[in-house]
């Protein structure tokens, strides 16, 4: 019997011989029990993506990217990133010993996913721009100076990631009603759903969840698309959320992210940044699970389209939260009460937990 991992479905995978493990997936399945009780949800799910090594699912993708990298002798790697994607290359491009170089929006990048970026030695420029924009430059540099794209343009990074789904049949013991994602640059929303595609191709299963896609409000270029039944999307020039792991104007996978909710019966909704701050702590104080505020949106998503009433209660949802609580410590920090600080003896200890 294999462990539960990305490579237990090496099969369904390209690489060819031993792949740049940094023994991702694996990731726990919990039951929300106490935030199914209130949303009247009993088979409610999450599927915890930050703990991977680097913290969130973007590993499953590069260990399968940067394996295909050093299979066709690439020499330099490259993304741009609202940090989880430049986090996770940066350090699977360490353990493959391949340069890297990574592109942020200046200013808007989560302090651990700069920290992990820096320490596993990338190359990390910052620029004066979105998202949208460092993803063109960083396209302009691969095609000009022949460096190997990995953000999710790239297939081989959703075949890493179609791992999700597979897992979460492994775990569940049936493949569920619903699977819920964040959705930023659609990546992951769009892996998910093939992976499902090639099982039921394959026989393993009969039936495909309803794949429910949740944006920020602020951020919801997705959403529009499936709420106005177009066909193109139309980007969001200038997307702002609090989650800025999705804050994402142009994204690259969305009519893959289209056919994946409407072949589906699936949907897409949008949160609030409140909606998304207070699932965060939700998750933290009531299920002791602790993600990034995009990856709250998933659940938060779920409460919203509850209390409009579109979630059967017979429903087995799984929720994926994609990044760890750790990632974004300032966003915390703000949202909670300071520590508080006293002098160092008892008295003062008891007269302030009275
Ligand atoms: C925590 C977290 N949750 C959800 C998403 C959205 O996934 P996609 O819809 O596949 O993009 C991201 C994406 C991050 C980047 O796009 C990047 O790191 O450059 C994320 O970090």
Redo the contacts with the bound molecule.
């Keep these: 019997r294999r462990p539960l991992s990305v490579w237990r479905y090496r099969e369904i995978l390209p690489v060819q011989g031993e792949p740049v493990s940094l023994q991702e997936g694996g990731t726990p399945l919990y039951h929300l029990e106490k935030i199914g009780k209130e949303l009247g949800l009993p088979e409610l799910y999450a599927k915890h993506?930050?703990m991977n090594p680097t913290g969130?699912?973007?590993d499953r993708g590069m260990t399968v990217g940067v394996s295909m990298a050093r299979q066709l002798g690439m020499t330099s790697v490259a993304?741009?990133?609202?940090?989880?994607?430049?986090?996770?290359l940066a350090a699977y491009a360490a353990k493959a010993s391949i340069p890297c170089v990574v592109l942020l929006p200046a200013g808007k990048v989560a302090l651990g996913?700069v920290a992990q970026a820096l320490m596993h030695g990338a190359r990390v420029i910052s620029i004066r721009g979105n998202?949208d924009r460092a993803l063109e430059m960083v396209h302009e540099l691969c095609i000009s100076h022949g460096l190997y794209l990995l953000?999710?343009v790239n297939p081989y990074r959703l075949e890493g990631?179609k791992t999700i789904g597979f897992e979460a049949i492994d775990q569940l013991g049936d493949v569920p009603d619903r699977i819920v994602?964040?959705?930023?640059?659609?990546?992951?929303?769009?892996?998910v759903y093939k992976g499902l595609r090639e099982l039921e191709a394959l026989g393993f299963i009969d039936r495909l969840p309803m794949m429910t896609?949740i944006q920020a409000a602020g951020s919801q270029p997705v959403v529009k698309a499936i709420e106005q039944n177009l066909d193109e999307l139309v980007p969001e020039p200038a997307p702002e959320t609090v989650?800025t792991?999705?804050r994402?104007g142009a994204?690259v996978?969305a009519e893959k992210?289209l056919v994946a909710i409407r072949a589906t019966g699936g949907t897409a909704a949008a949160v609030t940044d409140d909606e998304i701050l207070r699932m965060q702590q939700d998750l933290a104080r009531m299920e002791g699970i602790g993600?990034?505020p995009?990856?709250a949106?998933s659940v938060a998503g779920i409460r919203k389209l509850a209390e409009q009433g579109l979630i059967d209660k017979d429903e087995r949802i799984v929720c994926?939260v994609?990044?760890h609580l750790l990632?974004d410590p300032e966003t915390v920090v703000r949202q909670c009460e300071p520590p508080i600080e006293i002098d160092a003896d008892l008295h003062s200890l008891l007269s302030v937990l009275r």
Excluded: M, R
């Design positions: 993506e930050g969130s699912f973007k993304c741009a990133s609202t940090g989880n994607t430049s986090a996770s996913k998202f953000n999710s990631q994602l964040p959705v930023g640059n659609a990546g992951n929303i769009s892996a896609g989650a792991a999705i994402i994204p996978n992210a993600v990034e995009a990856s949106a994926v994609t990044g990632k």
